[in-house]
Each structure stands twice: as structure tokens, then as C-alpha cells.
């Protein structure tokens, strides 16, 4: 069975920290891993991995994919409170167009 | 990107009555589109993949009938929600891959009293 596992399932940090979230999957036909945000409605993209070792990075975000030990993890540093949101990680399969999402983490950022 | 519209963006309305949500891609075409119940601080739980033009397919525990998904056109799914009760009080999300990425509806707060 395909599944998508993020931990942890929440996270309470303090501002300048720094946080790595994980999502481990096994997904048939891997295609891309996607990481998104979301604070209050829609979630909004982050990164899309695809090649292992290749780190992706966006100002205080970066990610990174490790295709043979079939996880993914996301690392904020100098969190600030605009960071308090549910972080989801989707994984693409190349059969029938499925994305498969995680448990979400929720990560609040307190001043 | 690519930009997806959903509305309404919140709805209360009386156990037993039908709902309908609309989920439109406007700068594209979207032969599939994804739906989607999310519970507070949890993750999306997929309820059905739409596909333009045939059935909807719908994940294993979700009742077809009770959730009636049209696909009529390429930039337009509607997920309507019949005889609503309480528990199907709840946030509904759409989605459309583009590019091999998701782009997202701004969601439905249902709420049924």
C-alpha cells in the first residue's frame, strides 16, 4: 500500500530556531516528492524533488530528497512566527497521476 | 502559476439540505482535479480524483452518492454535498496538477447545523 508518513505530527519552537521536518515514503513509481505550506486555506508550493542529493533552497527553506533511503526532509532555520503553519509533503506516482499526501506537520513558532 | 478558483469560500446551511462546491481553473485546463476533506491541523484526506468527461473516482470509505462529483467541462468540477449532516461539517479543498505540481482551490468551511 502506498503511504506518505511526516513526522513529527507537530512541532512548538521558539523564534531563531532552527526545525527539519521529515516525510518518509513508499509510493509505487515514485515521480516527485512536492512540499507545501499551509497557513490558512490554500496550501501554497515549496519545493518539487525529483534527483537525490540535489538540495533545493529558498531563502530560510532548503530541502533535500535521498531516493534510496526513501525520505525527504525540510529544515527552516531562524524560524519566525510567519513560519506557524502545517507543512505537508505529497508524493507523485507515475501511475495514474496520484499525488499521495503525508500526516502534515503542524509547526507553531512562538516569539 | 496557475490559478484555481473555489467557491463559495465558506457555507452554513440546515442538515438535510444539498450543497454545491465549485472548483474552476482559470489560466488552464484541467482534465483532472482532485478533492479534497481536511479536519483542523490535520493533513488532506483525498476523497476523489475527477476527471473530465467520465466518472469520478472515489477513495475506498467515501460514498459516491452522498458526494456527487461533475466533471462537465476542462476548467470546471463541482462536488456537491447531499442531505448534509452535521459530520460532513468540514473544509474542502480542490486541486489540479499542472506541470506535474499542485495548485489549490482556497478551500470550503462547510458547516451544517
Known amino acids: 500500500e502506498d503511504k506518505v508518513v511526516q513526522s513529527p505530527l507537530s512541532l512548538v519552537v521558539h523564534e531563531g530556531d532552527t526545525v527539519t521536518l521529515n516525510c518518509s515514503y513508499e509510493v509505487t513509481n515514485f515521480r516527485s516528492l512536492l512540499w507545501y505550506k499551509q497557513e490558512k486555506k490554500a496550501p501554497t508550493f515549496l519545493f518539487m524533488l525529483?534527483?537525490?542529493?540535489i538540495e533545493k533552497k529558498s531563502g530560510r527553506l532548503s530541502s533535500i530528497l535521498d531516493k534510496k533511503e526513501l525520505f525527504s526532509i525540510l529544515n527552516i532555520t531562524a524560524t519566525q512566527t510567519g513560519d506557524s503553519a502545517i507543512y505537508l509533503c505529497a508524493v507523485e506516482s507515475n501511475t495514474g497521476n496520484q499525488f499521495y499526501f503525508g500526516t502534515g506537520t503542524s509547526l507553531t513558532v512562538i516569539p | 502559476g496557475a490559478v484555481v478558483s473555489q467557491h463559495p469560500s465558506w457555507v452554513i446551511c440546515k442538515s438535510g439540505t444539498s450543497v454545491k462546491i465549485e472548483c474552476r481553473s482559470l489560466d488552464f485546463q484541467a482534465t483532472t482535479m482532485f478533492w479534497y476533506r481536511q479536519f483542523p491541523k490535520q493533513s488532506l484526506m483525498l476523497m476523489a480524483t475527477?476527471?473530465?468527461?467520465?466518472?469520478?473516482?472515489?477513495e475506498q470509505g467515501v460514498e459516491k452518492d452522498k458526494f456527487l462529483i461533475n466533471h462537465a467541462s476542462l476548467t470546471l468540477s463541482t462536488l456537491t454535498v447531499t442531505s448534509a449532516h452535521p459530520e460532513d461539517s468540514s473544509f474542502y479543498i480542490c486541486s489540479a496538477a499542472v506541470n506535474e505540481k499542485l495548485f489549490f482551490g482556497s478551500g470550503t468551511q462547510l458547516s451544517v447545523l
Open positions: 475527477s476527471n473530465e468527461g467520465s466518472k469520478a473516482t472515489y
Open positions: 525529483t534527483s537525490s542529493g
